[in-house]
């Protein structure tokens, strides 16, 4: 079930200046989800399940974040996603938005259907289950170490999510099961992940045409009830995710770069590192003998920051690329010996 939108004339806020908007409470957004390009990627989800023969629909619905509740066999998607004038209003706050491109929101509407789905049959409880992803009951814990280098785990979300939580490993793996085209025998030949994936596939045969047991249609915090205003909601949400990292990268990043108007002839640093790209990420993996998907994943949050602070070159082009190297295995380092926040989904 999708939830209906309210006639396109009651979204009066579409034209309003930002601060205005920021005053505005979430739940007088008149927001649903049918006729937006978010209802068209929840009803592609519906239809890869289908065609997986699953008899499992997970109702959906719009809310703050990205939550599925405990014993709900559904799940929540954040408002922002729900109409452009919202989306540019969470990057503007937010710097990013969180499964705002095609491709970003299929996958997190896979690894949230993973949930829902485990929540409509208890698939948690099966000891086969346990045997294969872990204990369901271990405690969520505020952060996670990932490591970068293993195979016991399949690539589908940033930092390594699947290895945060037993539960987190069943969702991941479910999204790249259920990836159409997915050639998930080719990619995790000579993984330990390939068994947890052929473990799904076996286990999505046995459910083919089954009902779900779990027929709970509830929504937790629907978007119609938060009475939060969006400035209010954006403060809460820097206080959450805010940390001194930010201000280390940016130190780093004034080392190599620049945002003095003497240097804005140059070219952009972001623009740099995109086209030096593959050298920088053989060089500091040769150098540091971290595997290059790492390097390349610290290397695109760098770009991201350098876009958002406007930065430029100010040297010449032999030292840049110096400076980048060695900006990029710092932060490599960082990466791996830093814990990632764990936000249960």
Partial sequence: ?????????????????????????????????????????????????????????????????????????????????????????????MLEVEGGTHDWCLKLLRHEAAHALDNAFHLHRR????????????????????KPTSK??????????????????????????????????????????LAKLEYVDTLMAELAGQAPTVRDRSRMDPLSSVRTTLREYYAEKKERYDDERPKVLDRHLQRAFSDDPQHARRESAASFLRRTRRELVQRVSAQTGQHRYLIDHVLRDLITRCRTKRLRLKSAEREARIDAAVLLTILTMDFLHRPHPQYRR
């Fill in 152 to 193: 016991r785990f399949v690539l589908n979300l940033d930092y390594w999510y699947s290895q945060s939580h037993p539960a987190e490993d069943w969702a991941e793996t479910f999204a790249v099961w259920l990836k159409p085209g997915s050639r998930w025998r080719r990619d995790y030949a000579g993984w330990p992940a």
């Fill in 1 to 93: 079930m999708v939830e209906r939108s309210k006639p396109a004339g009651r979204l009066d806020w579409i034209t309003l200046p930002r601060e205005k908007l920021l005053d505005l409470r979430l739940c007088d957004l008149g927001l649903g989800l049918s006729g937006t390009a978010l209802g068209a990627r929840v009803e592609q989800l519906w239809g890869e399940l289908a065609r997986r023969g699953l008899r499992f629909q997970p109702h959906v619905w719009l809310s703050t974040d990205w939550f599925t509740p405990d014993h709900v066999p559904g799940f929540a998607v954040p408002f922002f996603l729900g109409h452009t004038r919202l989306a540019r209003l969470e990057r503007k706050e």
């Fill in 127 to 146: 000891r086969d289950w346990r045997e294969v992803f872990g204990r369901f009951s271990d405690p969520y814990r505020d952060t996670y170490t990932p």
